[in-house]
């Protein structure tokens, strides 16, 4: 129907004739003139509609936005003083020879507004993609995707497709469970990953893997987290950590390279779980920031005030500083602010102490701790912090983890608040992890990862011994802050993968029925073998600056894993339930 689109016409076509289709961005009456801007995918283009021609300027006159037209006319300079150099087509013009209506358009709820309530947007969300914002988040998308592709199949990976109805799996969060019809009584599961079936792939030969694959998972929600979600799917064969990071990095910046002209470094710099944890109390920490937490524990250890003296004296307890420049400047109703978000994260409070002369001792301190604390602890404080005048230093005091999330989240918080993020892209691999934890109600470990990955040590024997102290063969890329990948090297011998599934508190019975299909594999030949995966929809959400996954993707839900276009979860006819062996059970009303 069309020669051209709106945003390609340009001055090499001036003097041309031209068809192009698309909605009507904006019309304007000049009294006498007519000019629609027309929208498309690729961009706008300004067509006039003069007098002189009436039927088709009278069809014009009933134009309104978001109309969808099929204009045919000829291509020339826009006259002096009216080019929009704003516009790819701001140089030119179409001057209309033929008009064809294509539909007509109802005033639409929002037009083309970027502070439209989002679950307006998300209600209405084919006129929200044409905007010119998401337009664009969707087409960067696919240019990732695209990089991706190109770069894996040249490295000789083979992309494989793995089960959508699969089963349950303890892959740390609730699965998605479908019922069979054939199968009176049982229930697939949506993957949370393909985890088991790429390590399988693994066993058969294939060598390298990938798959760009729709993941489930029945989890709460944030603004980088969606009940379905696509990742990058990797795995590899007869490889360690150094081969699968290597290969990685390479995969990171040649993406960044063909898809945004940015050159990540080489390599990306690696830092210990433990090491990010003390210096910025987070896993996945943002090295564009220069804050980093400084440990006092040790100052505060004899001192009268309990609230500093009990934690560091407890062996899972914490007391760190961070020294915020140009922080004395801050109001009490900002400190009183900064208070309440830490707050969020467990903590019962924020001290802080003002430096208005760092050279003058405790007299040029200002603060309604300073009372509590004797002049060694303030001036090793001062000293250790290399605090300076016009800063401010917060302290943290309680359990470890507490302290952490409290200061790594206002490390951030305070960077973003006073513009102290660095414009540029800081990637870093983190490992050394922690092979399990302990639930702190059960009591019993758990995976930091899944119960798949290796750990440093080849003895199961002295995996059982010392749980807490064996670190895992796991490594996560972390890019600004934000993990947008992570994976490890796999367990490839039986008696660890049965090892592990003990300290885990899987029964023989359970293993059996759950993974008895990988550990019978696992009797028949496996190589080492490791992988990772990429948040897809999160990497591009920081490639395009957005704040929300939402913004990258075409039919997203919202935090509460409600689609507002389909009104999706809905009810199912009885037939439908009868037909899988499902009956509903009426929820109690509270009264009752």
Same mark, same amino acid.
């Given at each position: *129907?069309?020669?051209? $689109?709106?945003?390609?016409?340009?001055?090499? #076509?001036i003097g041309q004739e031209v068809t192009v289709? &698309?909605?009507?961005?904006?019309?304007?009456?000049?009294?006498? !003139?007519? +000019?629609?801007?027309?929208?498309?995918?690729?961009? #706008?283009?300004?067509?006039?509609? %003069?007098?002189?021609?009436p039927e088709m300027f009278?069809?014009?006159?009933?134009?309104? &936005?978001?109309? !969808?037209?099929?204009?045919?006319?000829?291509?020339?300079?826009?006259?002096?003083?009216?080019?929009n150099p704003n516009m790819k087509t701001g140089k030119v013009e179409v001057l209309a020879k033929e008009l064809t209506t294509l539909a007509d358009a109802e005033t639409p709820p929002f037009h083309h507004d970027e502070t439209a309530n989002e679950e307006l947007r998300l209600? $209405?969300?084919?006129?929200?993609?044409?905007?010119?914002?998401?337009?664009?988040?969707?087409?960067?998308?696919?240019s990732v995707t695209r990089a991706m592709r190109n770069f894996l199949d040249s490295e000789g990976f083979v992309d494989v497709e793995t089960p959508m109805l699969t089963r349950a799996t303890p892959e740390g969060a609730r699965d $998605?469970?479908?019922?069979?019809?054939?199968?009176? =009584?049982?229930?697939?599961? #949506?993957?949370?990953?393909?985890?088991?079936?790429?390590?399988?792939?693994? *066993?058969?030969?294939?060598?390298? $893997?990938?798959?760009?694959?729709?993941?489930?998972? %029945?989890?709460?929600?944030? @603004?980088?987290?969606? /009940?379905?979600?696509?990742? #990058?799917?990797?795995?590899?064969? +007869?490889?360690?950590? %150094?081969a699968v990071m290597e290969t990685m990095e390479e995969l990171a910046r040649n993406l960044f390279k063909t898809v945004m002209d940015i050159e990540l470094p080489s390599p990306f710099p690696r830092m210990p779980y433990a090491e990010a944890m003390q210096r910025f109390g987070s896993d996945k920490p943002d090295l564009r920031i220069d804050l980093e937490l400084i440990e006092v524990a040790d100052l505060m250890q004899s001192v009268d005030f309990k609230v500093f003296a009990g934690p560091a004296k407890d062996k899972e307890g914490r007391v760190a500083a961070l020294c915020v420049p140009g922080g004395a400047s801050l109001s009490r109703k900002e400190i009183d602010d900064y208070?309440?978000?830490? &707050?969020?994260?467990?903590?019962?409070?924020?001290?802080?102490?003002?430096?208005?002369?760092?050279?003058? =001792?405790?007299?040029g301190l200002q603060s309604p701790i300073l009372k509590f604390l004797p002049d060694a602890a303030v001036s090793g404080i001062v000293e250790r912090t290399r605090a300076a005048a016009g800063d401010l230093i917060f302290f943290g005091a309680d359990k470890a983890n507490v302290v952490n999330d409290a200061l790594g989240a206002l490390r951030v918080k305070v960077a973003q608040d006073r513009d102290l993020v660095s414009d540029r892209w800081a990637p870093l691999w983190v490992v050394d992890f922690p092979m399990f934890e302990k639930d702190k109600t059960t009591g019993r470990w758990t995976s930091l990862h899944h119960p798949f990955t290796a750990p440093s040590t080849t003895d199961p024997a002295e995996l059982k011994?010392?749980?807490?102290?064996?670190?895992?063969?796991?490594?996560?890329?972390?890019?600004?802050?934000?993990?947008?990948g992570g994976g490890s090297i796999r367990i490839h011998d039986q008696a660890m993968q049965a090892a592990v599934f003990e300290l885990l508190s899987i029964s023989g019975e359970e293993a059996e029925e759950k993974f008895g299909f990988l550990l019978r594999a696992l009797q028949y030949g496996c190589p080492p073998h490791g992988g990772i995966a +990429?948040?897809?929809?999160?990497?591009?959400?920081?490639? @395009?600056?957005?704040?929300?996954?939402?913004?990258?993707?075409?039919? /997203?839900?919202?935090?509460?894993?409600?689609?507002?276009?389909?009104n999706a979860p809905g009810d199912v006819s009885a037939e439908q339930l009868k037909e899988t062996g499902i009956r509903l059970r009426k929820v109690p009303s509270e009264q009752a």
């Open positions: *129907m069309r020669s051209h $689109y709106c945003g390609h016409v340009d001055e090499s #076509l289709a &698309g909605w009507v961005h904006r019309r304007r009456d000049h009294g006498g !003139v007519i +000019f629609i801007d027309l929208r498309d995918r690729e961009g #706008l283009l300004q067509v006039v509609f %003069d007098p002189d021609r009278s069809e014009a006159e009933r134009i309104r &936005g978001e109309y !969808v037209l099929l204009v045919k006319g000829v291509v020339r300079d826009r006259p002096e003083g009216t080019i209600r $209405y969300r084919y006129l929200d993609l044409r905007r010119e914002g998401m337009m664009h988040n969707l087409r960067l998308r696919h $998605y469970i479908v019922p069979s019809r054939t199968h009176a =009584g049982k229930f697939f599961a #949506l993957p949370q990953s393909p985890q088991i079936f790429k390590q399988l792939l693994m *066993m058969s030969g294939l060598d390298r $893997y990938y798959q760009i694959v729709r993941c489930f998972r %029945d989890e709460d929600l944030r @603004a980088d987290r969606q /009940p379905e979600f696509t990742q #990058l799917d990797i795995e590899l064969s +007869f490889v360690d950590e %150094d208070t309440s978000f830490v &707050g969020r994260f467990g903590a019962k409070g924020l001290a802080y102490i003002k430096v208005n002369d760092a050279s003058s =001792g405790r007299d011994a010392n749980p807490g102290d064996i670190l895992s063969r796991a490594y996560d890329m972390v890019l600004n802050g934000s993990e947008v +990429f948040g897809l929809d999160r990497l591009v959400m920081l490639m @395009a600056g957005a704040d929300s996954i939402r913004d990258v993707i075409a039919f /997203p839900k919202t935090q509460s894993a409600h689609c507002p276009l389909t």
